[in-house]
Protein backbone atom coordinates (compact mmCIF):
# COMPACT_ATOMS: atom_id res chain seq x y z
CA UNK A 1 0.00 0.00 0.00
CA UNK A 2 1.29 3.10 -1.16
CA UNK A 3 1.26 6.43 0.98
CA UNK A 4 -1.26 7.88 -0.56
CA UNK A 5 -4.00 4.86 -0.44
CA UNK A 6 -3.03 4.79 3.75
CA UNK A 7 -4.04 8.54 3.58
CA UNK A 8 -7.46 7.58 2.30
CA UNK A 9 -8.02 4.83 4.22
CA UNK A 10 -7.10 7.09 7.16
CA UNK A 11 -9.55 9.13 6.28
CA UNK A 12 -11.97 6.91 5.68
CA UNK A 13 -12.08 5.84 8.87
CA UNK A 14 -12.01 8.74 10.99
CA UNK A 15 -15.18 9.45 8.77
CA UNK A 16 -16.74 6.32 9.44
CA UNK A 17 -15.80 6.97 13.32
CA UNK A 18 -17.05 10.30 13.01
CA UNK A 19 -20.46 8.95 11.95
CA UNK A 20 -20.45 6.33 14.38
CA UNK A 21 -20.13 8.56 17.06
CA UNK A 22 -22.54 11.13 16.26
CA UNK A 23 -24.84 8.78 15.74
CA UNK A 24 -24.66 7.24 19.18
CA UNK A 25 -24.53 10.39 20.87
CA UNK A 26 -28.21 10.94 19.45
CA UNK A 27 -29.07 7.65 20.18
CA UNK A 28 -28.00 7.22 24.00
CA UNK A 29 -29.90 10.40 24.21
CA UNK A 30 -32.80 9.97 23.13
CA UNK A 31 -32.96 6.36 24.60
CA UNK A 32 -30.78 5.84 27.28
CA UNK A 33 -28.06 3.43 28.00
CA UNK A 34 -30.54 0.72 28.26
CA UNK A 35 -32.94 1.60 25.57
CA UNK A 36 -29.97 2.03 22.69
CA UNK A 37 -28.27 -0.84 20.56
CA UNK A 38 -26.30 -1.24 18.20
CA UNK A 39 -28.26 -2.23 15.63
CA UNK A 40 -30.30 1.03 15.95
CA UNK A 41 -26.74 3.10 16.45
CA UNK A 42 -25.73 1.56 13.12
CA UNK A 43 -29.04 2.39 11.35
CA UNK A 44 -28.77 6.00 12.58
CA UNK A 45 -24.91 6.42 11.07
CA UNK A 46 -25.90 4.49 7.84
CA UNK A 47 -23.90 1.53 8.61
CA UNK A 48 -23.53 -2.06 8.69
CA UNK A 49 -23.56 -3.13 12.25
CA UNK A 50 -20.50 -4.72 11.66
CA UNK A 51 -18.89 -1.51 10.81
CA UNK A 52 -19.65 0.27 14.32
CA UNK A 53 -18.65 -3.59 15.85
CA UNK A 54 -15.30 -3.81 14.47
CA UNK A 55 -14.33 0.38 15.84
CA UNK A 56 -16.32 0.08 18.74
CA UNK A 57 -16.38 -4.07 20.17
CA UNK A 58 -19.45 -3.03 22.80
CA UNK A 59 -22.42 -0.72 23.67
CA UNK A 60 -19.81 0.04 26.79
CA UNK A 61 -17.29 0.88 24.80
CA UNK A 62 -18.84 2.82 22.64
CA UNK A 63 -20.58 4.83 25.63
CA UNK A 64 -17.80 5.63 27.52
CA UNK A 65 -16.47 7.12 24.24
CA UNK A 66 -19.00 9.28 23.95
CA UNK A 67 -19.21 10.51 27.36
CA UNK A 68 -15.44 11.09 27.09
CA UNK A 69 -15.57 13.23 24.36
CA UNK A 70 -18.38 15.22 25.61
CA UNK A 71 -16.30 16.07 28.69
CA UNK A 72 -12.91 16.52 26.45
CA UNK A 73 -15.08 19.17 24.54
CA UNK A 74 -15.98 20.87 28.34
CA UNK A 75 -12.95 20.52 29.24
CA UNK A 76 -11.16 22.78 26.00
CA UNK A 77 -14.14 25.19 26.42
CA UNK A 78 -12.80 25.59 30.07
CA UNK A 79 -9.48 26.53 28.72
CA UNK A 80 -9.85 29.97 29.16
CA UNK A 81 -9.96 29.90 32.80
CA UNK A 82 -6.05 30.16 33.46
CA UNK A 83 -4.44 32.30 36.40
CA UNK A 84 -2.80 34.54 33.92
CA UNK A 85 -6.25 35.65 32.46
CA UNK A 86 -8.45 38.32 33.39
CA UNK A 87 -11.07 36.85 34.99
CA UNK A 88 -14.49 38.22 33.71
CA UNK A 89 -13.38 37.61 30.23
CA UNK A 90 -12.14 34.02 30.74
CA UNK A 91 -15.61 33.82 32.79
CA UNK A 92 -17.50 35.39 29.65
CA UNK A 93 -15.69 33.23 27.20
CA UNK A 94 -15.85 30.12 29.07
CA UNK A 95 -19.81 31.16 29.22
CA UNK A 96 -20.08 32.09 25.57
CA UNK A 97 -18.23 28.39 24.23
CA UNK A 98 -20.49 26.27 26.66
CA UNK A 99 -23.82 28.36 25.30
CA UNK A 100 -22.92 27.57 21.91
CA UNK A 101 -22.38 23.95 22.59
CA UNK A 102 -25.49 23.88 24.13
CA UNK A 103 -27.05 24.73 21.12
CA UNK A 104 -24.97 22.46 18.57
CA UNK A 105 -24.06 19.90 20.79
CA UNK A 106 -27.53 19.53 22.78
CA UNK A 107 -27.59 15.67 22.60
CA UNK A 108 -23.91 15.37 24.22
CA UNK A 109 -25.43 17.32 27.22
CA UNK A 110 -28.26 15.05 27.68
CA UNK A 111 -26.36 11.94 27.63
CA UNK A 112 -24.30 13.87 30.38
CA UNK A 113 -27.13 14.70 32.31
CA UNK A 114 -28.98 11.33 31.80
CA UNK A 115 -26.28 9.27 33.37
CA UNK A 116 -25.68 11.55 35.95
CA UNK A 117 -29.65 11.68 37.07
CA UNK A 118 -29.36 7.40 37.18
CA UNK A 119 -26.08 7.99 39.48
CA UNK A 120 -23.26 7.26 37.05
CA UNK A 121 -23.50 3.47 36.67
CA UNK A 122 -21.45 3.54 33.52
CA UNK A 123 -19.00 6.19 34.21
CA UNK A 124 -19.04 6.72 38.04
CA UNK A 125 -14.75 5.90 37.89
CA UNK A 126 -14.75 8.24 35.43
CA UNK A 127 -16.23 11.49 37.81
CA UNK A 128 -14.01 9.90 40.58
CA UNK A 129 -10.89 10.66 38.54
CA UNK A 130 -11.26 12.56 35.55
CA UNK A 131 -13.76 15.19 36.69
CA UNK A 132 -12.88 15.72 40.07
CA UNK A 133 -8.78 16.30 39.20
CA UNK A 134 -10.43 18.73 36.28
CA UNK A 135 -12.94 20.73 38.37
CA UNK A 136 -10.30 21.20 41.13
CA UNK A 137 -7.78 22.62 39.03
CA UNK A 138 -10.50 25.32 37.95
CA UNK A 139 -11.68 26.16 41.30
CA UNK A 140 -7.69 26.48 42.30
CA UNK A 141 -7.42 29.21 39.68
CA UNK A 142 -10.76 30.83 40.53
CA UNK A 143 -9.73 30.72 44.01
CA UNK A 144 -6.31 32.19 43.16
CA UNK A 145 -7.88 35.07 41.46
CA UNK A 146 -10.57 35.50 44.98
CA UNK A 147 -6.57 35.83 46.71
CA UNK A 148 -5.05 38.75 44.08
CA UNK A 149 -8.37 40.45 45.03
CA UNK A 150 -9.06 40.02 40.97
CA UNK A 151 -13.15 38.79 41.65
CA UNK A 152 -14.99 39.37 45.06
CA UNK A 153 -14.68 36.63 48.10
CA UNK A 154 -17.32 34.15 46.70
CA UNK A 155 -17.83 30.24 46.64
CA UNK A 156 -15.66 29.28 43.43
CA UNK A 157 -17.26 25.78 43.54
CA UNK A 158 -20.86 27.18 43.81
CA UNK A 159 -19.91 29.74 40.86
CA UNK A 160 -18.83 26.67 38.50
CA UNK A 161 -21.87 24.78 39.75
CA UNK A 162 -24.19 27.71 38.43
CA UNK A 163 -22.19 28.22 34.99
CA UNK A 164 -22.57 24.14 34.19
CA UNK A 165 -26.72 24.19 35.29
CA UNK A 166 -27.78 27.83 33.80
CA UNK A 167 -25.29 26.35 29.73
CA UNK A 168 -26.60 23.19 29.81
CA UNK A 169 -30.34 23.85 30.95
CA UNK A 170 -30.36 24.72 27.01
CA UNK A 171 -29.15 21.94 26.21
CA UNK A 172 -31.12 19.29 28.61
CA UNK A 173 -34.43 21.33 28.19
CA UNK A 174 -34.23 22.48 24.46
CA UNK A 175 -38.44 21.09 24.08
CA UNK A 176 -39.72 23.30 27.21
CA UNK A 177 -37.31 26.41 25.34
CA UNK A 178 -38.67 25.85 22.27
CA UNK A 179 -42.27 25.06 23.73
CA UNK A 180 -42.15 28.74 25.74
CA UNK A 181 -40.88 30.49 22.57
CA UNK A 182 -44.19 29.97 20.63
CA UNK A 183 -43.58 26.31 19.57
CA UNK A 184 -39.83 28.14 17.88
CA UNK A 185 -36.12 26.92 17.76
CA UNK A 186 -33.82 29.92 19.54
CA UNK A 187 -32.54 32.10 16.22
CA UNK A 188 -29.48 33.12 16.12
CA UNK A 189 -30.43 36.97 17.78
CA UNK A 190 -32.24 34.77 20.90
CA UNK A 191 -29.16 32.83 21.08
CA UNK A 192 -26.82 36.58 21.22
CA UNK A 193 -29.25 37.92 23.57
CA UNK A 194 -29.23 34.95 26.08
CA UNK A 195 -25.52 34.97 25.90
CA UNK A 196 -25.60 38.66 26.95
CA UNK A 197 -28.32 37.89 29.59
CA UNK A 198 -26.55 34.61 31.48
CA UNK A 199 -23.40 36.78 31.73
CA UNK A 200 -24.69 39.51 33.32
CA UNK A 201 -26.48 37.24 35.95
CA UNK A 202 -23.73 34.90 36.66
CA UNK A 203 -21.10 37.51 36.66
CA UNK A 204 -22.33 40.44 38.23
CA UNK A 205 -21.97 38.38 41.77
CA UNK A 206 -17.95 37.84 40.76
CA UNK A 207 -17.11 41.73 39.88
CA UNK A 208 -15.88 43.68 42.36
CA UNK A 209 -17.47 46.70 43.29
Given at each position: MNKSDRGIQSRNREEITKRILV????????YGYSGASISRIATMAGLPKSNV????ETKEKLYRRVVGEI????REAADTIA???DPTEALSAYIDTKLDLARTRPYGSKVWANEIIQRAPIVQDYLENELRRW???RLAVIDAWIERGQIR???S?????AIWATTQHYADFTHQIKTLNDGQELEDRQW??????????????VRKP
Open positions: AAEQVFAEIYYYFDIWIDNTDEQISRHLMYEETKTAVKDLLLCG
